[in-house]
């Protein structure tokens, strides 16, 4: 895994034939895809997993799965290879035209090679056109053209080429001019870019993205963007373990808005499943039933935010705004305060917050007609009247049980239990927890609630 911060850009080129780069490719189906790491699979390393994971994405609407790996045919890391055939065989047997594609992390020409000409002709390999796509995470420092292109071609195997290539001075948050520079640099190479946005607050990663559509689009070029659900470097103790404000479902949404307004071609959400950094979308409920090395700190459910992004996805993929027909309700919160001094000696505590950081919890909700909101956290409770639509509120928190009530007319019609808040801790945990909670006012109980986690 990575320690420093994750945030790639992404450069698309096709390879018809030795030596024949920077394609344009004309305008096609919105696409969203989510990176998914590999080495940490969701569900446990095994078919019946991956289809787990692949139904999860596919409920959410989204295409495709971007394959994080950091070695292939390495005996002492020999589970991307088992895991990545168990992703394809999962895919296959499902039949549902989920798409593939590998980001890759290591820099092993003939590795990569091997991995690419695998997996090319599989069914569900995305592809560009007629080229196999594919990414990287920082890969700079390979001979793409002459140790992975050449070799390939050679094998009648075309690549729509999507790597990482840090901008000009490496930067986490590029600028305008970065994604030019990125441009000329590397124009025998590009197709377009990806901006992989992680590691910074909602309003930085959508300027990013921004920028980068205009650069890349005003060169007649792909864009695709990011979108992240939340960041807190959890394992970087030499970056202070800094952690962003992700402004619950406020930042979520101000994201998806730019990337309606500005329509690149395609987006990846960043992550899927990255439970060290915090910016994971899957709905797990325990992320440590299958992978036991995350049990400290917990890893709270981040369902809320994979709800509330499958609105936008489908905003964004069919260009038309979801009706409001049910009301929904959404929470999202950190669970204990910055004050709180953590009791285990040797745990670091979180010396670098970003952002607005405050002890609130953050509700994001969906109403067909207007109507009140209650949320009560530990002996606290605030009544909100709230009009018809999208509606957004910060409550400060307190210690203990925290409830949320969607009441009309006098009568509740959604409760929705969210995590206790801590009075005191052992570890440093900026994991944020997130749920959400829906009554449709058009059916019957008890088929009228949902609610989750």
């Keep these: 895994m990575r320690s420093f911060a994750r945030f790639s850009i992404c450069l698309f080129g096709a390879l018809i034939l030795p030596g024949i780069f920077g394609l344009a490719r004309a305008a096609g189906p919105h696409y969203v895809f989510a990176h998914y790491m590999v080495s940490d699979p969701t569900y446990g390393a095994s078919v019946q997993g991956f289809e787990h994971d692949i139904q999860d994405a596919q409920a959410a609407g989204i295409d495709g799965f971007a394959l994080d790996l950091g070695a292939y045919n390495d005996p002492a890391q020999s589970y991307y290879n088992k895991n990545v055939a168990y992703m394809y065989s999962a895919a296959e047997a499902m039949g549902t035209n989920f798409k593939l594609f590998f980001s890759v992390e290591f820099t092993n020409t003939a590795s990569i090679v091997q991995l690419i000409s695998t997996y090319a002709a599989r069914p569900n390999s995305f592809l560009e056109g007629t080229n196999v796509v594919v990414s990287t995470y920082d890969g700079g420092g390979v001979d793409w053209q002459n140790g992975v292109f050449a070799p390939l071609s050679q094998s009648g195997i075309s690549v729509c080429f999507v790597p990482f290539f840090w901008p000009t001075p490496p930067t986490e948050l590029p600028t305008y001019a970065q994604g030019v520079g990125l441009l000329n640099t590397y124009t025998n190479l590009l197709n377009g870019l990806f901006l992989f946005g992680a590691a910074g607050l909602p309003a930085q990663l959508a300027q990013c993205n921004s ?243």
């Design 211 to 453: 920028n980068y559509n205009a650069v890349v689009h005003q060169a007649g070029k792909i864009f695709m963007a990011s979108a992240s659900p939340s960041y807190w470097g959890c394992v970087q103790t030499n970056l202070g373990r800094r952690y962003f404000e992700d402004d619950g479902g406020e930042g979520t949404i101000s994201q998806w808005q730019s990337i309606i307004a500005n329509q690149p071609d395609w987006v990846e959400i960043t992550t899927w499943n990255d439970f060290l950094e915090s910016t994971y979308l899957s709905p797990v409920v325990n992320p440590e039933q299958y992978e036991p090395q995350f049990t400290t700190p917990h890893r709270y459910s981040h369902a809320g935010y994979f709800e509330l992004t499958k609105r936008y996805i489908a905003w964004y993929k069919t260009g038309i705004p979801p009706a409001t027909n049910q009301d929904a309700l959404f929470y999202f919160y950190r669970t204990h305060s910055t004050n709180l001094v953590a009791s285990a000696a040797n745990d670091t505590p979180v010396g670098w917050l970003l952002g607005d950081v405050a002890d609130v919890i953050y509700n994001t909700v969906f109403l067909t007609a207007p109507a009140q909101l209650q949320v009560v956290s530990g002996t606290h409770s605030v009544t909100y009247s709230l009009g018809a639509g999208l509606q957004q509120v910060r409550t400060p928190f307190a210690p203990g049980n925290q409830t949320f009530t969607l009441t009309r007319n006098g009568t509740p019609v959604l409760t929705v239990q969210g995590t206790p808040i801590l009075s005191s801790i052992t570890n440093y945990d900026y994991f944020t927890t997130s749920g959400f909670g829906y009554f449709d006012p058009g059916l019957p109980p008890p088929s009228n609630l949902v609610a989750r986690p």
